[in-house]
């Protein structure tokens, strides 16, 4: 039996291959659908009854192959688009204490898609696991230079920046098993949860986004990146207990914004995983939408499983998979992302209404007391995996 990436990359090949000896009838196909028009398939048109000619478009654009083409046309028309630079780096922070909800497949994702569209991102992998920088293709073994040596060392970022060869404009800084100790080693430093916010100051080549992909904790790492970014993304996964914990989370945000960083705020909120096939899916869906109004992206990241594999190739799925579903919805949550203005009316004030408003539904009962150092007190708080 062939293994996925084998199998994958055959049909990666024939559709290759097929879409350029089906060009026409696939654009066709495709416009065809687009205008609710029935465009005649490549063969003796002349010998077809109307009806005919639609049942050959149909078995043509049926066949997987032909569908895995047709999604890779439209997936790479897209990616030829263009977004808007933002007119100065955006800072975003990717969280949610929950583990396993899809931040690290968020960043790594957002960050091709944004970078596929000609921006230049750099990814900073704030997590232990080194999810990030192995989904990325990059090397981050223990003695690779890594965002430990930013955070602890006081190393330049320029020092430990990797470019990603699969992606032009797209950059990474990896995370080594060193960071697993850092949480530890910071709590004495001086200034400790602005180390990363001074290293990006620091960094002096121009850059569009960066995306910090945070561990399943509200450590001090995960503290370093609140003060570092302008905006949070939270990567809210379709399924019973999505919005438990979330209170803490905008908490968090708020003591951020409150002691350390004013412009700190949850610019977007997307639902990932989410499963069209079951109504839990769409009532998590609604009750994240009633929550945050403003915040969730419309495109939702559907379950796929060419999301899940690509990270086993070291890549994203925009690269292992172009023509996917999970792919497309990447590209079109990027577009959303990249579309919305940096400063939306009212964002801290929607997120303590949120938070408020998720305490009142009795999911969320945490005391947080006005304490001297709040930030450092919450730091300690381990998330759920
Ligand atoms: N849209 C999706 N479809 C299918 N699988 C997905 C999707 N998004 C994420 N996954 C899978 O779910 C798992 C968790 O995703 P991911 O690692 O991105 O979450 P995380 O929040 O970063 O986890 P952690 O908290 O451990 O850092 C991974 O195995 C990933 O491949
Ligand atoms: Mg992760």
Redesign the pocket.
């Known amino acids: 039996m062939l293994s996925p990436g084998v199998s994958h990359r055959q049909i990666s090949d024939i559709a290759g291959m097929v879409f350029h000896v089906k060009r026409r009838s696939l654009l066709s196909g495709i416009l065809a659908r687009s205008q609710a028009v029935t465009v005649a398939a490549p063969v003796s048109r002349e010998t077809l009854t109307p009806m005919q000619e639609s049942e050959t478009i149909e078995q043509i654009d049926d066949t997987p192959i032909a569908r895995a083409a047709q999604a890779a046309v439209q997936a790479l028309g897209r990616a030829g688009e263009g977004l808007p630079r933002p007119s100065a780096t955006r800072v975003i922070v990717v969280a949610?204490q929950?583990?396993?909800?899809?931040?690290?497949?968020?960043t790594v994702n957002m960050a091709a898609s944004l970078a596929m569209h000609g921006l230049r991102v750099l990814v900073i992998d704030l997590?232990p696991?080194g999810?990030a920088s192995t989904a990325l293709g990059i090397d981050h073994h223990a003695e690779v230079p890594s965002i430990y040596d930013v955070l602890v060392e006081g190393k330049p970022l320029a020092d430990v920046v990797q470019p990603v060869v699969e992606v032009e404009g797209l950059f990474c800084v990896p995370a080594t098993i060193d960071l697993a100790g850092a949480e530890i080693e910071l709590v004495s430093m001086v200034a400790r949860e602005g180390r990363l916010q001074r290293a990006i100051q620091a960094y002096e080549q121009p850059l569009d986004y960066i995306l910090i992909?945070c561990?399943?904790s509200l450590g001090l790492l995960t503290v370093n990146a609140l003060v570092a970014g302008q905006e949070v993304l939270i990567?809210i996964q379709c399924e019973y207990y999505a919005l438990e914990g979330l209170g803490q989370l905008l908490r968090n945000v708020e003591l951020v914004r409150a002691h350390l960083n004013p412009v700190l705020h949850v610019s977007t909120i997307l639902l990932?995983?989410y499963d069209a096939r079951t109504r839990l899916a769409s009532q998590v869906a609604e009750e994240v939408r009633n929550h945050f109004t403003t915040e969730v992206l419309s495109t939702a990241?559907?379950?796929?499983?060419r999301?899940?594999e690509a990270?086993s190739y070291g890549q994203t799925v925009l690269t292992y998979d172009p023509g996917s579903t999970?792919a497309l919805s990447y590209l079109e949550a990027a577009r959303e992302l990249a579309l919305r203005a940096v400063g939306q009316a009212g964002p801290a004030a929607s997120t303590q209404a949120a938070a408020e408003a998720l305490d009142a539904v009795g999911q969320h009962r945490h005391t947080i007391g006005a304490q001297a150092s709040p930030v450092a007190e919450q730091s300690t708080m381990e998330g759920n995996?």
């Not at 929950?98 to 968020?106: A, E, L, Q, R, S």
């Not at 990241?301 to 499983?305: D, H």
């Open positions: 949610n929950k583990g396993g909800v899809g931040k690290t497949t968020t997590d696991q999810n992909d561990p399943p990567p990932t995983m990241i559907p379950r796929s499983v999301v899940s990270p999970g995996r």
